[in-house]
């Protein structure tokens, strides 16, 4: 700079202009910032929107009830979520809890698509322990919260709902307490809702504190769960109809791919074999949709990696085939593929128009008997709806799917 042509005036003159503009332009600036805010909430071009979901459930003996209500619902709650305009990849877990001196304080099942497995283990929990009133839901609430793969991408709803009929243990000394937890979870995104079964008069208002610092909601239902339970005409032939598109999937893979597929069917197999016809038919409506394709298909689908493009046939070795084709001529495997495939697409289209026709029946007959707004599956739908608005998830349906 030269000092000898320094003018004091210049400078105060730019000073006032600059100040100026940035007074003009804070409002545009505050409009852009609110923008970009925007937009981490928002699925991008070619983002799907996803749904993670974690039931934190309390598995004491005076739970039966309402784990046999969520044996039989969690598929209705999956095609429920599945059901917004934009098919939304959903991945589910589960954190059993009890108390310290019961068989187990907590057992954490990781956030999976494979939606069968996460059942199956369900399946296996039975209402044990318990009996002293409060149980150890801080540790279930500080587990589902940081033991929990939970993504970080802006277009998540991220949701757990905590279930269970007594306040928790606010005594233990070496126990985060939930306020602590619900903290973390509003900084990573999670919504808390509570879910009371029964009604507890010492329950309901740590349920509702913990909904009100988990920014969910709170809500009560009976011990049986208020859920709506009706047989359709349809039911078994959805059930005969899911058997059958799963017998279209054929897998590829090394000795530890196999080892995992084989899990996979085994939990599939236990599904069928203990599952009510009525939750079967549920089940054969999401796996039709394609929010329900991966859990569907796993990992190492065949069919789908070929049809798809995604593999070339050439490129797997013989030895990693499905054994029935092993040792036929490749045009032989790709007509057995396109056979599967076009087989697999007829089943589904049969299952989402019987579906549809189930819909409407449960739909016509909860009405005719005065609704089920008060039921576990309303509400857990109102939650839902309202909830993933937030990441652009539209659900338009006036009811859940029963």
């Not at 039989?72 to 991945?91: G, L």
């Not at 199956?120 to 279930?140: C, I, K, T």
Request: charged share 25%.
């Amino acid at each position: 700079m030269n000092y000898k042509t320094f003018n004091p005036k210049i400078v105060a003159l730019v000073l006032i202009i600059a100040t100026a503009t940035g007074i003009a332009l804070f409002p545009l600036l505050k409009q852009a910032q609110a923008i970009n805010t925007t937009r981490t909430t928002t699925a991008l071009p070619g983002q799907s929107h996803r749904i993670e979901v974690v039931f934190i459930l309390d598995t004491t003996s005076s739970m039966s009830g309402l784990i046999q209500a969520a044996r039989e619902k969690i598929w209705s709650i999956a095609t429920t979520m599945a059901s917004a305009q934009e098919n939304p990849d959903i991945k589910m877990g589960l954190v059993a809890f009890r108390d310290r001196g019961d068989a187990y304080i907590t057992r954490v099942y990781d956030l999976s698509e494979d939606l069968d497995s996460m059942y199956a283990s369900l399946m296996d929990f039975r209402a044990e322990g318990g009996g002293d009133g409060p149980e150890s839901v801080n540790q279930a609430l500080h587990d589902a919260i940081h033991k929990v793969s939970w993504s970080q991408d802006g277009n998540v709803y991220r949701v757990a709902f905590l279930v269970g009929d007594a306040p928790p243990h606010m005594d233990y000394h070496n126990d985060v307490k939930y306020p602590v937890t619900l903290a973390a979870a509003k900084r990573k995104g999670i919504v808390v809702n509570t879910i009371q079964s029964g009604q507890h008069q010492y329950t309901r208002p740590a349920w509702q504190q913990i909904a009100a610092l988990g920014h969910g909601n709170y809500f009560q239902v009976e011990d049986s769960g208020n859920a709506v339970a009706v047989t359709t005409p349809f039911d078994e032939k959805l059930s005969t109809l899911a058997a059958e598109l799963e017998d279209t999937r054929l897998y590829y893979g090394d000795a530890e791919t196999r080892e995992k597929q084989k899990a996979k069917l085994d939990a599939s197999a236990k599904l069928r074999k203990e599952l009510s016809t009525e939750a079967l038919a549920r089940r054969s409506e999401y796996n039709a949709t394609d929010s329900g394709k991966k859990n569907f298909l796993g990992e190492s689908e065949l069919v789908d990696a070929i049809t798809s493009g995604r593999v070339a046939l050439e490129e797997i070795e013989a030895s990693n085939l499905p054994h029935s084709l092993q040792l036929m001529a490749p045009a032989a495997q790709m007509e057995v593929i396109n056979e599967q495939a076009h087989r697999r697409d007829q089943l589904k289209q049969e299952i989402r128009q019987l579906s549809d026709s189930r819909n409407r029946f449960i739909k016509e007959k909860v009405a005719a008997e005065g609704g089920a707004d008060d039921s576990l599956d309303e509400k857990i739908y109102r939650s839902v709806k309202d909830q993933a608005a937030s990441v652009g998830l539209t659900y338009e349906s006036d009811s859940a799917k029963y």
